[in-house]
């Protein structure tokens, strides 16, 4: 895992300063080397940096910028089937100098050129300079895991693993996408490709990016879709069959992931995922997983005693720490520099602060993100498939109708239900489902924030919605089911700009390397064949993993509702960061942004603060905005 910047500059305004000043600017990602390179042709001056967080191969001979002949690599992330591929490769007449992925990935692309890719098993982003050819090689992990952004404008291509590099190369044009502020306030990130600056881009997971340094050619192509599995006749096996070859794809993903010449750890919140994660690894090893639970009891935010109870009967080496809350307030102020492009997701905070205690003991830690979106774990899984058929038998003056009541309705005066996780924000989304239930919109109504025509209101400027992965149209008729349309979207979306961002920053924030490995290219390719009661059963989410893990602890220690990280973002907005948002919510700066309507916000503002405790994840959404532009521009 590291920290990986570059440039081709074809008007030559560039220089080796300029590399490494780009690549300093990431230090947490890679602390533990920096190194870059400066070439200069008759087409560009091309810049590659890279910062190093040292996982395999400790030693110089992993250092990057690396070059095999004429080919210049720099790298972040992790390919886990590399020593397989390395004897292949030696087959062929390869010959290595170290034990490094990065020397593989060279002689791999050497071998086999842009399709090597489909040979790899990991987490990463790479890009390859090939001197001889005059060309640039980016590729991105099939699921996303690891970021890249790019800048292509005025003949100067810039890249990097966070947006932050990008603003330390002096002809980098900080000009807000107004389309993409629209987005951010819709879902809480910027959606793929898209990013929140102009002629900036994400690349695509499972893409590949070609750059013809001659004829300055930019062309992107896909190696790999989500939707050609869900785009498969469902496998005829019978369920245990299934449950044992699934439990064999998972025992290889999850040890691949243990891979490392340094110490491993694994986040144990005590959920299904991370118990299965841990329950597999530790039940083959006779020397301790190290596992860290996080809890921040005093906000009601506590997994704490769950994860112990699962730790001590799996026989972990089991870090259980408590924050207060006010740890967790004090790095709302830090977010703005480790998330440089504005998102909303709060459990930000949380994740950030487990993977500050994981550091102290190990350089890596497993994850378990990606179980719901494979499985079918998530409430609104079970919501469409139990309601959404009901819901459409309603006639739409009757739905519209209650949505009238809701909304004379603040959440706070729901008895009972008020006291529920993450009910407030659920109500608000309800009204967007009553209005029209079809699958799309039920995906859009529960994943947007505001509404199309509410966004009407709340921009100032004309604005476009862009065009994003919610609107995908590449499940075929034939193999569509709510369930399975509901997973390929999430898998695109939700997971790849919120999660997986959320993650990634979070653990390259105290130079942790964070690995998922729910999110093996493998699981995923055979769970969407799998028939969906496998997954989904009589009101039972996950049904298989949840019956693969009860081969290694009991029902009983993990019968409980689904928790989350959820942070009390209306108690904090109402009162310790009261002062925040009277700070950069007011009408002088929004005025003075011109991106939003101060007269819509101001409504917002007031009803939140007058009882609507619903709002509180739109005024959250506002103030990241906020922190964000102030941090940035």
């Known amino acids: ?152 404008n005025k003949e100067l291509f810039l890249f990097s693993s966070e947006l932050k590099a990008l603003h330390q190369h002096p002809n980098f044009e900080k000009k807000i996408d107004t389309n993409a502020v629209a987005a951010y306030v819709q879902y809480g990130s910027v959606p793929t490709p898209h990013c929140i600056f102009q002629h900036t881009h994400k690349l695509k997971p499972g893409h590949n990016l070609f750059l013809n340094i001659e004829s300055k050619k930019i062309e992107t192509r896909q190696y790999w879709n989500v939707y050609d599995f869900y785009n498969k006749p469902k496998l005829s096996i019978d369920y245990q069959e299934a449950k044992t070859q699934t439990k064999e794809i998972l025992h290889s993903a999850f040890n691949y992931r243990m891979v490392a010449d340094v110490p491993v750890g694994v986040f144990l919140s005590g959920g299904y995922d991370s118990t299965c994660v841990t329950g597999m690894l530790q039940s083959e090893r006779t020397e301790k997983l190290k596992t860290f639970t996080i809890g921040v009891p005093d906000i009601g935010l506590n997994e704490a005693p769950y994860a112990n109870d699962i730790a001590e009967h799996i026989g972990t080496d089991h870090t259980e720490i408590n924050c207060s809350e006010k740890e967790a307030i004090e790095f709302v102020k830090e977010l703005p520099f480790f998330y440089d492009e504005p998102f909303a997701d709060s459990s930000a905070i949380p994740t950030s602060l487990v993977s500050k205690i994981a550091k102290q003991d190990v350089t890596v830690a497993l994850s378990a993100d990606g179980g719901d979106e494979i499985f079918a774990g998530y409430n609104r899984y079970d919501y469409m498939l139990r309601y959404g058929k009901k819901l459409n038998a309603i006639p739409p003056i009757m739905r519209s109708s209650i949505v009238g009541v809701m909304n004379t309705i603040p959440s706070e005066k729901i008895p009972i239900l008020r006291n529920k996780y993450n009910f407030h924000n659920r109500y608000e989304k309800l009204k967007g489902v009553l209005k029209n239930p079809t699958n799309q919109d039920i995906m859009l109504s529960l994943s947007q924030q505001f509404t199309d025509s509410q966004m009407k209101e709340f921009m100032k400027p004309d604005f476009s919605s862009l065009d994003t992965m919610y609107h995908g149209q590449e499940l075929k008729k034939e193999f569509t089911s709510p369930l399975s349309f509901m997973m390929g979207i999430d898998f695109q979306t939700y997971l790849l700009d919120d999660i997986l961002q959320k993650v990634d920053r979070a653990t390259m924030s105290q130079s942790l390397e964070g690995r998922e490995p729910m999110l093996d290219h493998r699981i995923l390719e055979f769970a969407a064949q799998l028939p969906d009661e496998y997954k989904y059963h009589n009101g039972v989410k996950k049904r298989i993993l949840k019956d693969i893990v009860h081969d290694y602890v009991p029902d009983k220690l993990l019968d409980r509702p689904k928790m989350g990280f959820a942070i009390p973002i209306a108690k904090w907005l109402n009162e310790d960061l009261r002062d925040y948002v009277e700070t950069y919510i007011c009408k002088e700066r929004i005025e003075e942004q011109g991106f939003f309507n101060w007269e819509y916000i101001s409504s917002i503002k007031n009803a939140f603060y007058n009882g609507r405790k619903e709002y509180d994840t739109k005024i959250w959404y506002i103030l990241m905005f906020q922190m964000w532009y102030e941090k940035w521009m």
Not at 15 to 32: K, Q, V
Request: net charge negative.
């Open 1 to 152: 895992m590291c920290g990986i910047a570059g440039f081709i500059d074809f008007q030559k305004h560039s220089s080796l300063t300029i590399i490494e000043e780009m690549t300093a600017s990431m230090n947490h990602r890679g602390p533990d080397g920096f190194s870059s390179e400066f070439f200069e042709t008759s087409s560009a001056q091309i810049g590659l940096g890279h910062k190093r967080l040292s996982i395999i191969d400790l030693t110089d001979t992993g250092k990057q910028p690396m070059q095999l002949d004429d080919l210049w690599v720099t790298f972040n992330g992790e390919i886990y089937n590399f020593k397989e591929i390395k004897v292949e490769l030696e087959k062929l007449g390869h010959s290595f100098i170290g034990e490094s992925d990065t020397e593989m990935i060279l002689h791999a692309y050497k071998q086999w050129g842009e399709n090597c890719v489909h040979r790899f098993i990991g987490m990463f982003v790479i890009v390859i300079y090939d001197s001889k050819n005059n060309s640039i090689f980016i590729s991105r992990d099939r699921a996303g895991v690891k970021p890249l952004f790019y800048y292509w």
